[in-house]
């Protein structure tokens, strides 16, 4: 008779066990579960952001935005967005909060202080700075963003205005596997090279890879097109050969044909270029790394930019070549 009661009880105690488990489990789940129900905050809307955001509600998401100035958004607005008055209110009402501003000192702006994105996010929340910014402030924001429960992701991403448009940009994200798990759907939305590449940082260590690459890459796009002027080539039907050869990259296929056709509307600025060059040097440096090509497409981006050109696009750089 006693063994029998010990085995009932022993079957509730399992019974309760396997609940609890399945609970926690459930909870987990949950946590980390993303759906088109989720409400997702969008700050800065320049010429990248405005696209970015565009797509996630084209996609179906429920879209909160906020910027400096207004009117950068109104397209948004007017195709269904929700205007937020401030930064602080975005981050209360939003479960992921995407940032896409211009230099680090911005990026501190949104997310410290009183009013910022970390004192008034809710625990369990996502955060995703899209911004191309330092990756020691990336993995500060991590650590700060870990303390009060919200999971933060640096994104920052490459491919212009072209690539925002057409949802087909490069993320390179740093941060945990689960959340970047759990926002994988959004990502997809917004580009299709996507990559974890690691921990806190690593995604803008990443990016700060692509910028170096495209530094010294813009002065051989220049060098090239006006050695085929000078040869007495047709630069068009150069481009027709080179762009699919060993040659081949972004800058030459979809930045080369703009400079032929005087074409200077920023996809990219020439100001937030040289922000990125700075802190690619910088961290470079820091890293006992000497730089030459990155220093010099440096010093000729900041030639072109003292010359009136800061708020154009970088193929604005053949300028300094003609």
Partial sequence: ?????????????????????????EKKENRYMLSK?????????????KSMAGNLMNAGYAVNVYTRTKDKAQDLIDNGAKWIDTVAELASSSEVIITMVGYPSDVEE?????????NNAQAGSFTIDMTTSKPS??????EKAKEKKISALDAPVSGGDIGAKSGKLAIM???????YTSLLPL??????????????????????????TIASNMIGVCESIMYAKKAGLNPERVLESITT?????????KLAPRMLQGDYAPGFY??????????????AEELGLATPGLSLSLKLYKELAESGEEDSGTQALIKLFE
């Fill in 187 to 212: 990502f997809e939305v917004i580009g299709e090279n996507i990559i974890l590449q690691g921990d806190a940082g690593a995604g803008q260590y990443t990016k700060m890879a692509n910028q170096i």
């Fill in 137 to 142: 402030l990336a993995k500060e924001i991590y």
């Fill in 110 to 118: 949104v997310y410290y202080g009183h009013a910022g994105i970390l």
């Fill in 270 to 283: 020439v100001k937030h270029f040289i922000k990125d060059m700075t802190i690619a040097l910088e961290s």
């Fill in 1 to 25: 008779m006693r063994n029998k009661i010990l085995l009932r009880c022993n079957c509730r105690i399992f019974a309760v066990f396997c609940r609890i488990t399945l609970y926690l489990k």
């Fill in 245 to 253: 050869g060993a040659a081949a990259s972004f800058s030459l296929s």
């Fill in 37 to 49: 129900d989720t409400t997702v905050g969008f700050i800065g809307t320049g010429v990248m952001g």
């Fill in 173 to 179: 994200v740093g941060g945990e596997e689960d959340a």
